[in-house]
């Protein structure tokens, strides 16, 4: 990400210099909605995020300046300081949860910008926190560890900008390594790196450009109708806290003591969850036919059971499979956003055509498209 920007309106805004820091967005090849149910996820960090330049003012304020949104915002650290701009949030948020840890986080000036495509899903929300954090832990020596900036950019989600959301898009951002995918046990915080570089494939979203909102979409519903379920089958199954823990014969027993669309959402979240387990076997074994398989199911149950696709994100997958895309899936928490798609090289051109023309033709818009490159998560650049 070209730096220049941000070190120019650093200088012009605050006539000195500060020190850049980067942290990524994210993809996640399976494991949707499993991250609050205490599953398992499969992400990777991405060659795009959020760069900022900080550098402590000697007061107790914070001044920072957006440079994509050419806004600025001035606030005091204190509980009552909260700023009105939604964008500053993230920043108050992580000094919030920070000095709630006990850190010193005194002013600074800020500048950022990112070339996280807003909307698209890919968690540019979690890269804002994420690059704050971890320069803000760095500048004030605070001495936490990544577990717990990831657990301070999480903290900042549900506090301070309305969304319950899980562990993976921090985590990703946080412990991103290039080349690698993250098996994450998000009960524990255990993980483990999944080399992924799978010859004669590519990785590639497409962006349906129908803009993914988590804060005012009924994502937090569909937590809440997951932690319904098991609290039901934990009436029989104590030992279930979450429905990480608990098995699709176990969600039977309760069936008729909970709703329909609690069911549903929960049968989806035990199956993406087994799904997991198998695509990180299938992964080892080289086996990315069964991977693609397990991808489309992926498709298909966040659509028809946990009904958090659109109309465009549908359209998308039919087009991956008329293309003969080995898998393909909406991404992220769905509500808009993008597909991810894993392509036979010989397929990729054709595929990216089609899917261009045909969503044109439907929707009257040009989707966009992103080759994937699995990158190094949070970083201070100078
Ligand atoms: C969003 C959330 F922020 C994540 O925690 C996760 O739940 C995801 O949706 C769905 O898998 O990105």
Redesign the pocket.
Known sequence: MDTRIVRNLFKEKFGTEGMLYFSPGRI?LI??????NGGC?LPGAIDKGILAEIKPNGTDKVRAYSADLQAYAEFGLNEEDKPEASWAHYIFGVCREMLKRGAQIKGFDTVFSGDVPLGA?L?S??ALESTFAFALNEIYKAGFDKKELVLIG?KT?HHYCG?N?????QFASVFGKAGNLIRLDCSTMEYEYIPFDPQGYKLVLIDSVTKHE?VDSP?NKRRQSCERAAAAIAGNHPEVKLLGDATLEMLEEVKDKISEEDYMRATYAIQENSRLADTCEALKRGDYETVGKNIYATHHGMSKLYEVSTEELDFLNDVAKECGVTGSRIM???FGGCTINLVKDAYYDRFIETAISRFKTKFGKEPKVYPVTISDGARKLN
């Open positions: 996640n494991g949707e909605h499993t991250d609050y996820v899903g968690s929300s979690a999480q989600e969304v959301c899980g562990i993976m898009d988590l994502y992220g928490g769905g």
